[in-house]
Every structure is written in structure tokens, then in C-alpha cells.
């Protein structure tokens, strides 16, 4: 039985993942945890033979505190460059997209459990490379926006009209794989790229 813990985030998505893996005769759930501080703590108490975490949840910290218990990371592919403090050869890892298949998620716990690397090649690559996709102006948008400008004083300060800002905004959040724009300038400044 391969004893599995669940972080992600939402009460949706974890209560779905947990419904498909009770249906697997090989696997059991033995915690879900929806906050990325009660992981190391559900970890030493449950003692999982593999976790499922949503990297958002598990900070470059985290993987430290969680001893060398595999983790199946659930990572959406804009975010994928925040995986690079986390890749080391001294722990089995498990990267697969945030929409991975549920079957591919089952197979990955399998994989996992046999001490097996299970690896999405094109959100590794993404990992190690790291340029900055930001334009000169949308560096210059996104750094005034950090420093609190409103749309409309960014828009004056470089010349250009509120709608102009609010497309290199938006264009900006996409790159980085935000949702929102205080979202877009943390991911930004985490990358270094503003």
C-alpha cells in the first residue's frame, strides 16, 4: 500500500485527486492538506511514502523539511523556473504539469514509491531556463506598478495611454503565469526579472 499525502491548493481540486486515487486498490490517502505550513507537520505525523504537492504549497524550503519522502510536484508550466531550488539529485522528484491526466498522476505515485524519477522534460527545461520574458517596457511598466503607480500615473510617467498600460499589464501577467497583477509583480521580483 503506498501511503500518499495530498497539499494542494483547493478544496475542489484535493477532494477530486483524493476521490481518483480511492479508487486505486494500491494507494491510500493518509492526509490532505490545503496550506503549505501544515505540510511538514502532516508529513512527520502521517509519515507518507510519497506526498503530491501543488508547488505553489511547497515553498523552496519545504522539500528540506520533508526529509527525502518523494514529492509528485503538480506545477503549471508559467511557473516552472521556481522549480530550480527544488531539483536535487539527492531526492527522487516527481514533476508533472498542474493538468497532468489523473492516470498519469496515479502512475507517477507508482513511479515515486519505486524510488523511479518521474519527470515532465518540457517543464524541466523550463526550470533551468531562466530568461527574463519580459520586454524593456513591460519591465519598466511592471517596476512602476511594484511601486504602487496607479494605471494611470504609469501611463503618464512613460508616455503612454492607460490602455497601452493595462495591455502590457495583462500581456505581463500571462507571461509569468499570474492572475493578478499584485500576483505578476511577486513572480517578477521572485525571478529577478524586475
Do not use: Y
Not at 475542489?12 to 492526509?31: H, K, N, Q, T, Y
Not at 509528485?72 to 491526466?101: E, F, K, Q, Y
Not at 502512475?107 to 524510488?115: D, T, Y
Amino acid at each position: 500500500m503506498i501511503r500518499t499525502l495530498l497539499a494542494l491548493d483547493g478544496a475542489l481540486v484535493l477532494g477530486a485527486l483524493s476521490f481518483v486515487l480511492a479508487a486505486e486498490d494500491d494507494i491510500r490517502v493518509v492526509a490532505e492538506v490545503d496550506r503549505g505550513e501544515a505540510v511538514p507537520a502532516a508529513v512527520r505525523a502521517q509519515r507518507p511514502d510519497v506526498v503530491v504537492a501543488d508547488l505553489d504549497l511547497v515553498d523552496e524550503g519545504a522539500p528540506g523539511q520533508l526529509g527525502l519522502c518523494p514529492i509528485l510536484m503538480l506545477v503549471h508550466p508559467h511557473r516552472a523556473r521556481r522549480l530550480r531550488g527544488m531539483l536535487s539529485p539527492s531526492r527522487t522528484v516527481g514533476i508533472l504539469r498542474s493538468d497532468a491526466a489523473p492516470q498519469r498522476v496515479v502512475e507517477g505515485i507508482r513511479r515515486l514509491a519505486r524510488r523511479e524519477h518521474v519527470l515532465d522534460a518540457d517543464l524541466v527545461v523550463a526550470a533551468l531556463h531562466s530568461d527574463n520574458p519580459l520586454t524593456e517596457r513591460e519591465r519598466e511598466v511592471l517596476t512602476l506598478t511594484a511601486a504602487g503607480a496607479p494605471v494611470t500615473e504609469v501611463a503618464a510617467s512613460l508616455g503612454l495611454s492607460r490602455g497601452t498600460v493595462r495591455n502590457h499589464l495583462a500581456r505581463i501577467a500571462r507571461k509569468v503565469g499570474a492572475r493578478t497583477r499584485v500576483e505578476a509583480v511577486r513572480l517578477a521580483g521572485e525571478a529577478g526579472w524586475i
